[in-house]
């Protein structure tokens, strides 16, 4: 046992450390002081759904560390749950640094009870502590140490203050004995759990598998992992039997369940260990959270606020986007002129004005408009926002069947499908994860928010704004309206309770949001430097060739036969001949060949779509008037209206999301699922835009919007 293991950890080579905890511990914020990572940290419970691996190089001891999920107990539920548990009983870390908040030291202490269990050296890091102290909370480190027998040591993660000795307590943890400092749950209830013990003790090799301690206690609390894990015991049956007497007995001598009596035992030690060694020495005078929140939480104004705080999120990134975005385009104009000034008119000039400035440029110009939603999301999620929209909203997305946590999702859905696909691991209930899922990528994505702005700036200049927010809400009525649906086919099933907690407002830490902001916009100009440009080359390819031979008589130079020209080449070319072949799919819903082939090439990535459209419609502008905007030159189709245009930026919003975002969902929920979502999505797209499409002309809306 770790107990009788008297080598330190500096001489045991590289020592494997969890950082386990609490939920909105700051488990991440210290693995990234201590890992020098960046890796997201929010202030709301279920940030961090998968492990992350970290190392730390001190001295010659290289110390890897693990960022778990945060848990309540050693009784998993959700996923992110089970990947903490699991790495914690299967990998068994050589030391667990459980991430204590020291403001809810009561709460946090009841996981830590569990750690010791486990034989493996637990130290807390009481982290959070200078809020504790701002709130007048005072902790005896040493006192609480010498009550639960594990070293404590008082950190402030964003300020990386107390990681130096951690670390030197890291280095001394193999030191200590472990095995006599666990909570003692009463005479009756630890006679049963000896007669549990020495059974499973008998086999070696299962004890040096599994706890014993912590497993004799998991089977009295009735968790059925741990009854699955015994299964793997050659006297299974027996300890089985002997566990569910036990719990019968306790049960019948104390009247109450088991699970709650193993519970407040727990409870009761922890208080004594509180009462002990902390000490609250005022009372907070005032508590901004509690102002805010009297506020914004209130019953009836909560679900405005919420609707308020995105609307206003949507129009700062247009408000404050606008200017940089058309600086870029202006420059994007005035480079395409110098090149078409300079260069004779080849073939190399034509990829570079036509494939890659009108194809990646356009893209590049989007580039304000996301990093501003990122930040303004950011900030959000950093303050404490997110668990506050979680409880506005939970009574509406109940009446569509789905979970208050799954606003997670999909606000997170606004930025990025993928880590939002990837939050909905907190849902408890196997449905609710995977309806969340399935309609997460109806919230239309950064990548998305090109697409509209473009077209809602080219057909609908004066409300361009509220037609982009108009498209965001349609997605989060339809997500809704989808989530009720599949509840009551394919899902069938009662939504779970929600219970969450609401951490308190903090200052947002502007270099972590800074950095998540950073590493967004290089993702997005990455892409835009590799997907985008490769398919902004062979999207050009494809509409310059085969080479046109316009007829006799129409080349004279006159500025109508040079479009009608241009047009007819296009047509003709390989892109013209392809569109014109799926075209009859997408007419219903009032798109031009145009429009069809931006759809289809759009299903790599959302962004291919306004790269798409920058190509078809810049082609041969040159010979035409200067430098048009690709707005105008969308708006001057004589295939598009307005009615089209609204129902391109639908069809956009619906179709299946990116490839990356698919297989996320495959890797979340399997192929069984993915196939689902694609048809899904693809029959929704089709059947709705035809719809509004066909009803919007008949009310001659084509004309008139
Ligand atoms: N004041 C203060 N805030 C902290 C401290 N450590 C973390 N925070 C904040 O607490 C919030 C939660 O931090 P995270 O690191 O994401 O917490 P976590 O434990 O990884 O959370 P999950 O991954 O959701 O389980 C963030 O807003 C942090 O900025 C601290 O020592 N002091
Ligand atoms: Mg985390």
């Not at 519970?263 to 922890?270: K, N």
């Not at 907070?284 to 939480?297: G, K």
């Not at 999702?409 to 309806?435: E, Q, Y």
Request: aromatic share 10%; charged share 20%; with cysteine.
């Amino acid at each position: 046992m770790a107990g009788n293991n008297k080598t330190t950890l500096r001489t045991k080579g590289n020592p494997r450390i969890a950082l386990a905890g609490n939920p909105n511990s700051g488990k991440t914020t210290l693995f990234n002081a201590i890992t020098g990572a960046h890796h997201k940290v929010g202030n709301y419970p279920g940030v961090t759904v998968e492990k992350r691996e970290g190392s730390r190089v001190r001295g010659e001891t290289s110390y890897h560390f693990i960022d778990l999920p945060g848990i309540y107990s050693l009784t998993a539920y959700s996923i992110d749950e089970v990947v903490a548990r699991d790495f914690i009983l299967d990998e068994k870390p050589d030391v667990i640094v459980d991430v204590l908040d020291s403001t809810n030291l009561e709460r946090n202490l009841y996981l830590c009870l569990q750690f010791q269990e486990l034989g493996i050296p637990v130290i807390g890091a009481l982290n959070i502590s200078d809020e504790a102290e701002s709130r007048g909370i005072f902790i005896d480190d040493k006192q609480l140490t010498l009550t639960l027998g594990i070293p404590l040591i008082k950190t402030v993660g964003p300020k990386g203050l107390g990681v130096d000795e951690l670390l030197d307590c890291i280095d001394h943890a193999g030191e200590q004995a472990f095995s006599g400092r666990r909570l003692n749950y009463g005479d009756e209830i630890e006679s049963q759990l000896e007669t549990i013990e020495s059974a499973i003790a008998a086999d070696s090799a299962f004890a040096a598998k599994y706890p014993v301690r912590w497993l004799a206690v998991k089977l009295i609390e009735k968790d059925s992992n741990a009854y699955e894990r015994l299964q793997e015991h050659p006297q299974a049956e027996k300890i089985e039997t002997l566990a569910r007497d036990a719990v019968a007995w306790i049960e019948k001598h104390f009247g109450k369940d088991a699970e709650i009596i193993i519970s407040e035992q727990r409870y009761g030690y922890i208080r004594g260990a509180v009462k002990e060694s902390v000490r609250i020495i005022r009372e907070p005078d005032f508590s901004v959270t509690e102002a805010v929140d009297r506020f914004i939480m209130n019953r009836f104004l909560s679900l405005p606020v919420f609707v308020l705080v995105l609307w206003g999120v949507f129009q700062l990134t247009f408000l404050l986007g606008q200017y940089p975005m058309d600086w870029l385009e202006s420059f994007f104009g005035f480079l395409s002129e110098a090149i078409l000034n300079t260069m004779p008119d080849t073939l190399l000039r034509s990829l570079l004005v036509d494939g890659i400035i009108g194809g990646v440029g356009g893209v590049l110009s989007f580039v304000p408009l996301i990093v501003i939603l990122f930040f303004l999301l950011s900030i959000l999620e950093d303050v404490g926002y997110m668990s506050r929209a979680a409880f506005a909203t939970d009574k509406l997305l109940h009446s569509f069947g789905l979970h208050g946590q799954s606003i997670f999702p999909m606000m997170l859905g606004f930025g990025c499908s993928v880590p939002a696909i990837m939050a909905s691991r907190t849902l408890k209930s196997p449905r609710d994860r995977i309806i969340t899922i399935l309609i997460t990528p109806m919230m239309s994505c950064g990548a998305k928010l090109p697409v509209h702005v473009l077209l809602a700036a080219a057909f609908f200049p004066a409300n361009a704004g509220t037609m982009v927010m108009f498209i965001y809400a349609i997605g989060v009525i339809l997500s809704l309206c989808c989530a009720f649906i599949l509840k009551k086919t394919v899902l069938k099933g009662d939504p779970t309770p929600f219970v969450m907690e609401l951490p308190p407002y903090r200052a947002p830490t502007l270099r972590g949001i800074l950095w998540h902001v950073g590493e967004k916009t290089w993702l997005y100009v990455k892409k835009a430097g590799t997907i985008i440009l490769a398919s902004a080359i062979l999207i050009w390819a494809i509409t310059s060739f085969p080479a046109y031979e316009p007829p006799p008589g129409t080349s004279g130079g006159e500025a109508e036969d040079s479009v009608r020209n241009v047009e007819a080449a296009l047509e003709h070319s390989y892109a013209g001949q392809l569109g014109k072949f799926i075209v009859p799919i997408f007419r219903p819903m009032g798109f031009g060949w145009k429009l069809a082939a931006a759809s289809v090439t759009g299903f790599a990535a959302k962004e291919v779509i306004v790269s798409t459209l920058g190509i078809l419609y810049r082609v041969g502008t040159e010979e035409t008037e200067e430098s048009e905007g690709l707005r105008d030159a969308i708006r001057s189709d004589p295939e598009m209206n307005p009615l089209a245009a609204f129902v391109f930026m639908l069809f956009t919003l619906i179709i299946p999301p990116c490839f990356a975002a698919l297989a996320t969902v495959r890797a979340e929920i399997g192929w069984k699922w993915l196939g689902f979502e694609l048809v899904f999505l693809l029959c929704l797209g089709w059947l709705l835009c035809t719809i509004v499409y066909q009803l919007g002309s008949l009310a001659g809306l084509g004309a008139l919007l």
